[in-house]
């Protein structure tokens, strides 16, 4: 069983440009939820995607955008990258919405 | 405003000693309560859960106990080792989806 996987690991962007983050979710795992962590705090709920609908959403801005994909797999996307973008992205996958979420290694973000 | 208040920030323990770390919250509709431990570089693993039909749940040497009418969920670690040193999260689910972090704790397990 292949767990939750993220690209890229790393990734320097400048203020203004805008990234595309990937996840694959667990094997057989259809709902997806993706987290921003900034350095020495707890993960922040950005929203999740269940069969390929968002299903909720924490208080981030519309700059902050996501997709899920028939095969489960989701994307990240941020435009218009600010300096406090700069973070470990998480992606976690479970099955159903109510779920256990498995977390995924994470996407570390520096916006410069 | 945070949800979910974790405590104490930090934490030194000798090995074999039983770290605690407690969480509060206000929010009467969480329904679910994990623990997550988090290494440096890595995503959050889920330790434990548990859910407020339950006092205590216990796997391995983790321990969740939790006092629904205090609103109040803790994690002790048995037998603590060096291998146990990383930061640990509580969380409660809202809503069916959003899971609240607390704002960690890291645990240093001196050998």
């Known amino acids: 069983e292949t767990g939750v996987t993220q690209s890229p690991t790393h990734l320097i962007k400048t203020r203004g440009q805008q990234v595309t983050l990937r996840c694959s979710s667990q094997s057989g795992h259809n709902t997806v939820s993706w987290y921003q962590q900034a350095l020495g705090q707890g993960p922040q709920f950005i929203f999740q995607?269940?069969?390929?609908?968002?299903?909720g959403r924490g208080n981030f801005p519309p700059r902050f955008s996501g997709l899920q994909f028939p095969n489960y797999s989701s994307e990240l996307n941020v435009n218009a990258l600010e300096l406090d973008d700069s973070a470990l992205y998480l992606c976690a996958s479970s099955l159903a919405s109510a779920d256990t979420q498995y977390f995924g290694p994470g996407t570390r973000l520096t916006v410069l | 405003q945070q949800q979910v208040k974790q405590s104490p920030q930090s934490l030194i323990v000798q090995k074999g000693g039983i770290p605690i770390i407690n969480c509060a919250y206000e929010?009467?509709?969480?329904?679910?309560f994990p623990w997550y431990q988090q290494f440096p570089g890595k995503g959050p693993a889920l330790l434990i859960a548990i859910r407020p039909d339950v006092s205590e749940k216990k796997e391995g040497r983790f321990t969740i106990s939790f006092n629904k009418s205090a609103k109040q969920f803790s994690l002790h670690i048995m037998d603590s080792q060096p291998g146990d040193s990383a930061t640990y999260f509580c969380?409660?689910?809202?809503?069916?989806?959003?899971?609240?972090f607390g704002a960690g704790t890291i645990l240093r397990v001196k050998s």
């Open positions: 969380a409660a689910m809202e809503y069916g989806n959003k899971l609240v």
């Open positions: 995607y269940y069969r390929e609908e968002e299903n």
């Open positions: 929010n009467t509709a969480f329904d679910y």
